[in-house]
């Protein structure tokens, strides 16, 4: 999977991703490789990213919107 993490600032991550964890408005959820398309709101938390070395790494937002759609996955994060 495509992922790209956007702030106003900055693009913080692009690259592609074995997993997803994001901290959504109504409860935490993964995301999978070929996961249906979904458009969500998300909460302060932590997104929690695994890439194609099945190393973690933690981000940081306090809000933000995630859409995914055919394995490319946007994050446009506060």
């Known amino acids: 999977m495509f992922l790209e993490i956007i702030t106003p600032e900055e693009k913080v991550f692009e690259g592609d991703v074995k997993?997803?964890?994001l901290p959504g408005t109504e409860g935490s959820f993964q995301i999978l490789n070929n996961h249906s398309a979904i458009v969500s709101t998300l909460q302060k938390g932590n997104i929690v990213l695994v890439d194609e070395n099945n190393q973690?790494?933690?981000i940081a937002v306090s809000g933000g919107v995630v859409e995914v759609n055919s394995n490319h996955i946007i994050v446009l994060a506060e």
């Open 19 to 21: 997993s997803l964890q």
């Open 56 to 58: 973690s790494k933690e």
